[in-house]
């Protein structure tokens, strides 16, 4: 029994060797992105509203970079698994440009209709002075984030590939540091040290900007410079030819993702917004404990991306069906074990980590709380995240689309919008109700990889 669930040393040196460089840069990213957060939030409760606002709308942009680049990424693995160098460079085309085509969407998106979008965040109870100040400090924040879109997702095409051919450790570093040139800039910029103007949270926007070009250089300086490790990327410029053939592939297979990562973000946006409803004071404890979750939910999330990257490798060298099978399952174990973990390091902490920030008793009471929802349902979401990576890994991106985003939208969306308009919850119900819909994906989760039809060799 124990051998079914527990694998032997090489399998743990095999996924932590994927897992621990990505957990590191995104709990360094996340840690340094909580101390950004801090710092907003000693400027006040009604900038760290606005700045909360605009980074849940952002959200949905990161996460359309991210699923447009991970349907092309499903083959850049399967295709590094194969040897296939030219297979790899036609799909890091693909992800270059569908990146630039987001970035220059989301930027017209959020300059023509930024301050409707943040608006609709603002129609609980509370003074109308906190709603203009917070709609104000969003908006700034806004203007100045925009001019990050585009190094942020060419970063993505970078690093996302460096993943796939198992090359972890340069998007670590790469991350790292970035982040500490934002916290350094945080520091000079929100607060006026050294010299610097006093800019509150357009420093913030700004340090981040800076931080992400940074990133951009590393990470790829580093790639055209090692072309022997990255033979991939040697005249990937010369011309944007993809086959036809592929380019359908990539398309059929990773359209439903791009789809879905914007259904659900804009889901979870929706959602928020209904929370929101409940009180201004609702968007400074959901940032708060959004925070900590952020930063609690970094291994299981790592683990994800390493399910989707080990299974993409062994579909792609043509592994055996039990192989993979166990493989999965061992993998799946690895994945909730990080949630609870972690979740319980987040129940532990729900009554201090509200503390560090400059608000009311009243939102820091409500913060703790909602951290201790998070903490308990962390485990669950640990296990869906890693069924989505392995059904996203043999090309089920429709199956994924159906078990995420439409679910999301079919139960999760309607859920949150009648119980917060019409039943008159108070948020920690609304919320706790909201969150246990992820016990239903658990259980759609477990059917579909008993099923076993996600396990197909695309490169064949």
Request: one cysteine or more.
């Given at each position: 029994?124990?051998?079914?669930?527990?694998?032997?040393?090489?399998?743990?040196?095999?996924?932590?060797?994927?897992?621990?460089?990505?957990?590191?840069?995104?709990?360094?990213?996340?840690?340094?992105?909580?101390?950004?957060?801090?710092?907003?939030?000693?400027?006040?409760?009604?900038?760290?509203?606005?700045?909360?606002?605009?980074?849940?709308?952002?959200?949905?942009?990161?996460?359309?970079?991210?699923?447009?680049?991970?349907?092309?990424?499903?083959?850049?693995?399967?295709?590094?698994?194969?040897?296939?160098?030219?297979?790899?460079?036609?799909?890091?085309?693909?992800?270059?440009?569908?990146?630039?085509?987001?970035?220059?969407?989301?930027?017209?998106?959020?300059?023509?209709?930024?301050?409707?979008?943040?608006?609709?965040?603002?129609?609980?109870?509370?003074?109308?002075?906190?709603?203009?100040?917070?709609?104000?400090?969003?908006?700034?924040?806004?203007?100045?984030?925009?001019?990050?879109?585009?190094?942020?997702?060419?970063?993505?095409?970078?690093?996302?590939?460096?993943?796939?051919?198992?090359?972890?450790?340069?998007?670590?570093?790469?991350?790292?540091?970035?982040?500490?040139?934002?916290?350094?800039?945080?520091?000079?910029?929100?607060?006026?040290?050294?010299?610097?103007?006093?800019?509150?949270?357009q420093g913030a926007a700004l340090a981040t900007v800076i931080s992400r070009y940074v990133e951009l250089l590393i990470v790829g300086g580093w790639t055209h410079l090692h072309r022997r490790s990255n033979p991939y990327i040697v005249g990937v410029y010369r011309s944007f030819y993809i086959p036809g053939k592929l380019l359908k592939a990539i398309t059929v297979k990773g359209m439903p993702l791009l789809l879905n990562e914007f259904l659900w973000s804009s889901g979870m946006a929706i959602m928020n917004q209904c929370y929101s409803t409940c009180g201004l004071t609702v968007v400074p404890a959901m940032n708060i404990s959004s925070t900590l979750f952020n930063l609690g939910s970094v291994a299981f999330l790592a683990m994800g991306n390493a399910v989707g990257i080990l299974m993409g490798q062994m579909l792609g060298a043509g592994r055996s069906t039990e192989a993979i099978r166990d493989e999965s399952r061992k993998l799946m174990v690895v994945s909730v074990a990080s949630g609870l973990v972690f979740g319980a390091m987040m129940a532990a902490v729900s009554g201090l980590f509200p503390r560090i920030y400059n608000t009311t008793d009243e939102v820091r009471h409500l913060a703790t709380q909602l951290i201790c929802v998070s903490a308990v349902m962390m485990p669950f979401n640990s296990y869906t995240n890693a069924t989505y990576f392995t059904l996203r890994s043999g090309g089920q991106t429709m199956v994924t689309f159906l078990f995420d985003s439409c679910f999301v939208w079919v139960c999760c969306v309607p859920l949150a919008f009648c119980l917060s308009r019409f039943a008159g919850l108070a948020i920690l119900p609304l919320y706790a109700i909201c969150q246990a819909t992820d016990l239903i994906k658990c259980a759609i989760g477990a059917y579909m990889l008993k099923q076993g039809k996600w396990i197909q060799n695309l490169t064949t």
């Open positions: 029994m124990l051998n079914r669930y527990i694998g032997d040393k090489a399998f743990y040196r095999r996924v932590f060797g994927v897992a621990v460089p990505i957990i590191i840069q995104n709990g360094i990213t996340n840690f340094v992105s909580l101390l950004d957060n801090v710092m907003v939030g000693q400027v006040g409760t009604v900038p760290m509203s606005g700045v909360s606002i605009v980074n849940g709308l952002l959200f949905v942009f990161n996460l359309c970079v991210f699923g447009a680049s991970s349907g092309a990424g499903i083959f850049t693995a399967q295709f590094f698994g194969s040897g296939d160098d030219e297979g790899v460079r036609h799909t890091f085309r693909f992800k270059f440009l569908i990146c630039i085509v987001i970035s220059a969407l989301g930027a017209l998106i959020f300059l023509t209709g930024g301050s409707s979008l943040i608006g609709l965040y603002l129609t609980g109870e509370g003074d109308a002075a906190i709603a203009a100040g917070a709609m104000e400090h969003g908006l700034n924040y806004l203007h100045v984030m925009i001019w990050g879109f585009l190094p942020f997702a060419l970063t993505n095409t970078y690093a996302s590939t460096l993943r796939e051919t198992g090359k972890t450790t340069v998007p670590m570093v790469g991350g790292i540091v970035a982040v500490f040139v934002n916290l350094c800039l945080n520091y000079v910029l929100i607060f006026g040290h050294f010299g610097a103007p006093k800019m509150g949270v």
